[in-house]
């Protein structure tokens, strides 16, 4: 799941943020999750909204999201309270280190809801993620 301006990856601060396309990253994530065995849905919004409206539809329907808040990350306690309120496990990804940019940029709010937080590795962030949440069901299924 991606947040805001996310559909301009690959124009927006490349240096930043990669010269590659959200598409290409997702094609990129779907098959990793296939190498994996496991299924990835894909969806961006620049609409908190919908997002709010995505998190919640996963709830008792997916395993687990990966989700780059985009700018929601610094101020949105709605999407905090949407990670919160579901029964699915979130990391949280950041392209970028956002503890090394901008001061506004440092703080998450929606972290403390998420079981885990990837910044700084770029594109390769999204993998790590994925491997987070694959490893959580492992652990869970032992239990």
Same mark, same amino acid.
């Given at each position: 799941m991606n947040g805001p301006n996310l559909n301009m990856l690959g124009v927006r601060d490349p240096a930043i943020y990669g010269s590659d396309t959200l598409e290409a990253i997702e094609e990129m994530v779907r098959a990793y999750g296939a190498e994996h065995g496991c299924e990835v %849905?894909?969806?961006?919004?620049? =609409?908190e909204g919908a997002l709010i409206d995505r998190l919640h539809a996963a709830h008792g329907n997916y395993d687990g999201i990966v989700y780059n808040p985009g700018a929601h990350t610094h101020y949105s306690y709605a999407l905090h309270d949407a990670v919160e309120c579901i029964d699915v496990p979130v990391v949280?990804? =950041?392209?970028? %280190?956002i503890s090394k940019r901008e001061e506004f940029?440092?703080?998450s709010v929606i972290a403390p809801a998420c079981i885990a937080q990837v910044k700084g590795l770029g594109k390769e962030g999204?993998?790590?993620a994925l491997d987070i949440l694959l490893e959580n069901a492992v652990a869970e299924g032992s239990e």
């Amino acid at each position: 799941m991606n947040g805001p301006n996310l559909n301009m990856l690959g124009v927006r601060d490349p240096a930043i943020y990669g010269s590659d396309t959200l598409e290409a990253i997702e094609e990129m994530v779907r098959a990793y999750g296939a190498e994996h065995g496991c299924e990835v %849905d894909c969806f961006q919004s620049n =609409h908190e909204g919908a997002l709010i409206d995505r998190l919640h539809a996963a709830h008792g329907n997916y395993d687990g999201i990966v989700y780059n808040p985009g700018a929601h990350t610094h101020y949105s306690y709605a999407l905090h309270d949407a990670v919160e309120c579901i029964d699915v496990p979130v990391v949280e990804i =950041h392209i970028s %280190d956002i503890s090394k940019r901008e001061e506004f940029r440092r703080t998450s709010v929606i972290a403390p809801a998420c079981i885990a937080q990837v910044k700084g590795l770029g594109k390769e962030g999204y993998l790590r993620a994925l491997d987070i949440l694959l490893e959580n069901a492992v652990a869970e299924g032992s239990e």
